[in-house]
């Protein structure tokens, strides 16, 4: 891959945040003291948590597995819904693949055999031509629904992952509860091919008029999207700040910041500079390989997910929870609840035995100003608390903050040795600046 050289961030200014007294904003749902007293608002509808994963692969594409293998192993390992994200592929025609001992074979006579065993000859589709190939059909969508889904239990979600690529940079975006296939549009630069795969996809939305959500995929993946580019396309809303696949890049090199880094850079320059919206962060495990114990795959089942908070677990309210924000981002540690008031933010970690955790606050404080604007260090490490319960009272002059925790745990099935088992919660707007 072409590598382009990133200018290092650490203790970078932000020359150029313009701000104006009056765009001091706290989040949409905490009313200003001042303000008149509103007629009671209905009820909101109750909430629950429901753990996801959107972004895997299958024998659709390089997956390794069958899809009924893929979808069985999330619905056991405790997951809600399940994204199946083939590379240009709805696993919705008619497709059969090489298998068994020959040139081609898409899996082994040993894996064929323990899928027959344990699905039974009836639920596996064999077909063998008269010169010996033995081919299988791949179960579709419809028939995994029929076959693995339960009410409030399991759901499968509609989902693709549009492979692209602008020259050798490559470009993939996540699609969530989309109707129909959308193509790659490619593009004369990065940014320009982000721009269009979000119109697609808001065209997408538009025209069936479902809730429709597509994510960046791993950024650094041949160092292809620059936090730069992702900042400067604002219909770019979502990312993953970690994808369980090794070749993902979350970790960044000497000269590219890791993905927290690139959050934290993108959501000054948004809030602080262009006005723009908030980037929120996903993890996913980007599962291609299941036939193998996970710690020695390259991108096993079971490193990254989401737990959204929706009304039901239905294809539509995920999504739309997914869009509105009401998520956040684990390699493990799960928490009881998130609160972001008017004046702090506070998460509390549904603790277990002989575990500690420790929540940073981070984000990015106003500390002055130049002939432009005001000035600030970004992604600064604002507190950091020891414990179950950690809260952050906001001081007033943050863009956002964010709060990841840590666990004392190492990760079981690591993206790198020695990663421990972590939470992203989604930034909280503070203020921004005015728009450019
Ligand atoms: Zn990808
Ligand atoms: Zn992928």
Redesign the pocket.
Known sequence: MRRRRFRPLHGLLLAALLFTAAALRLRADDASPSAPAAPAAPAAPARRWFKGNT?T?TLWSDGDAPPEVVVEWYKNHGYHFLVL?DHNVLATSTRWIRVGKQPKSRLSAEALAALIEHFGSAAVALIQNPSGELAMRLKTLPELRAAFETPAGFLLVTGE?ITDHVGELPL?HNVVNQEGMIAPTGGATIREAMAATIAAVEAEAQRTGRPVLVHL?HPNYGWAVTPDDLAEVRGERFFEVYNG?REGGNAGDAQHPDTERMWDYVLSLRLGRMGGDPVFGLATD?AHNYQKAPPQVAAGPGRGWVWVQAEELSPDAITRALLAGRFYASSGVTLAAIEAAADALTVTVAAEPDVTYTTRFVGTRVVGEDGRGAVGEVGAVLQETAGATASYRFKGDELYVRAVVTSSRLHPNPYREGDRETAWVQPVVVRRARGR
């Open positions: 972004h692969h994200s992952e993939h995929n696949h980007d």
